[in-house]
């Protein structure tokens, strides 16, 4: 049964996908302010596919522009004296050659496996986190939060090393907000390997308890598995418009619609119809609400990619009161992953907003201003050794997951030392 599962994912892989032929992604850098201006205008323009943002004059962005763009789009740069080069000339083919890669080297798990040698299916990843239940109910117990748009669980993974002891400094830790963004699930679930299946970690549970969610877009997921390898979003339609999905990531209720976010279903950064519109969204607010007298320190949200430590606030440029410690903890987290590094990530710590962009609704600036947690990061993951944007292959899972643990220990270490 399984097995025909499997089999059949496999083959709607193969089959059915939506088309990139002809788009190309443009590599482009503005030298003024005005050229910064004008680049940024693009992402409000709907189909309109920012694959990297660079922020300040000088950085580099990526951008994919569909077929019947391209003219308007170079017409637009030469205008604005902006140069560009393809950094891919067909997106189509760079899909294709990465779908063949990921049909290689796809590892049939059994139930209840992990493995970080390729990247799993959803199905699979809440049958690990329901097998660790059953075999360690010391220490661990899942939680359902709720239920994506279209009916899959959101099973959080609660570690403990036992009776609950509320005053317990807490880490909650959340990935795949952006379904595309394929690097985000392992890590978390690689944490929770680590700390409920290695021994040598059970320390790291005595004192502080965890709580993790490793696929918070389960139906954004399932469909870059088999639909479209691009898709960022969720999957419901708001009603009345003319595009599928809302950001996640800028639809909580705290500065919604400030900055860096749309009205626009067609954007990437679409908002939603107001705040919390998502079941996904509404879930995790729910849970936070629900378990106020949790003593939370720490929340991380992993997303690729950039090797960036961002602290809030995401909104806007300006920065919360303790904005010292949360730059002195993100850089201790940073230097551990230097250190471990075998893949020569090098983190830059900073607010997302200063360092990456203004997008106001993001869960950071949520969870820090209205859930009350004090230190509150979104972890921007390495694109490996190569450009492979979100593309990163399989075999670069591995020495991520394992250097970000060691940021995460770092974390680990500050929050027991001072709480
Ligand atoms: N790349 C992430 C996004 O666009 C960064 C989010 C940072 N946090 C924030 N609140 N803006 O969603
Ligand atoms: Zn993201």
């Not at 290695?198 to 469909?223: A, F, H, K, R």
Request: proline share 5%.
């Amino acid at each position: 049964m399984v097995l025909l599962t499997l089999i059949l994912e496999l083959l709607i892989i193969a089959l059915v996908n939506s088309n990139y032929t002809g788009y190309k992604v443009y590599k482009v850098v503005p030298d003024t302010f005005e050229q910064l201006k004008a680049i940024d205008r693009f992402h409000y323009q709907p189909h309109f596919d920012f694959w990297q943002d660079g922020t300040t004059v000088g950085q580099t962005n990526n951008i994919m522009v569909a077929p019947k763009d391209q003219s308007d789009f170079e017409a637009d740069l030469l205008k604005n004296k902006l140069n560009f080069e393809i950094s891919v000339d067909d997106v189509e083919s760079f899909l294709n050659q990465e779908k063949q890669e990921r049909l290689m080297t796809r590892t049939f798990l059994s139930l209840g496996q992990v493995t970080f040698q390729s990247y799993m299916f959803y199905s699979e990843h809440m049958a690990y986190l329901r097998r660790l239940a059953n075999d360690y109910p010391q220490i661990v117990t899942l939680d359902k939060i709720g239920e994506s748009y279209e009916g899959r669980d959101l099973l959080l993974i609660h570690i403990s090393s036992g009776p609950s002891d509320i005053s317990k400094p807490v880490i909650f830790i959340d990935a795949g907000i952006h379904c595309r963004e394929w690097i985000s699930p392992p890590v978390a679930l690689y944490i929770i390997q680590q700390l409920v299946e290695n021994p040598e970690n059970s320390y790291l549970y005595q004192n502080v308890d965890w709580y993790i969610l490793p696929s918070l877009n389960p139906d954004g997921y399932e469909y870059t598995q088999t639909h479209n390898r691009l898709w960022r979003k969720n999957r419901r339609l708001t009603a009345g418009a003319e595009c599928y999905g809302t950001d996640l990531n800028r639809n909580f209720d705290y500065m919604w619609m400030f900055d860096g976010a749309s009205q626009d279903s067609c954007t990437e950064i679409y908002a939603g119809p107001e705040a919390f519109s998502e079941p996904e969204t509404q879930a995790l607010r729910n849970w936070f609400l629900n378990n106020t007298e949790l003593n939370i320190k720490l929340y991380l949200t992993f997303h690729s990619y950039g090797e960036m430590m961002l602290y809030p606030w995401g909104y806007a440029r300006v920065l919360p009161e303790n904005f010292e410690e949360l730059h002195r903890v993100g850089e201790l987290a940073a230097n551990a992953i230097g250190q471990a590094t075998r893949i020569n990530s090098n983190y830059l710590v900073n607010s997302s907003a200063i360092l990456l962009y203004p997008a106001a609704g993001g869960s950071d600036d949520w969870v820090k201003a209205i859930a009350g947690v004090d230190l509150a990061y979104c972890v921007e993951l390495p694109d490996g050794d190569a450009p492979f944007f979100f593309m990163l292959p399989a075999r670069q899972i591995l020495p991520v997951v394992q250097e970000t643990f060691e940021g995460v220990k770092a974390f680990h270490s500050y929050i027991e030392e001072t709480y």
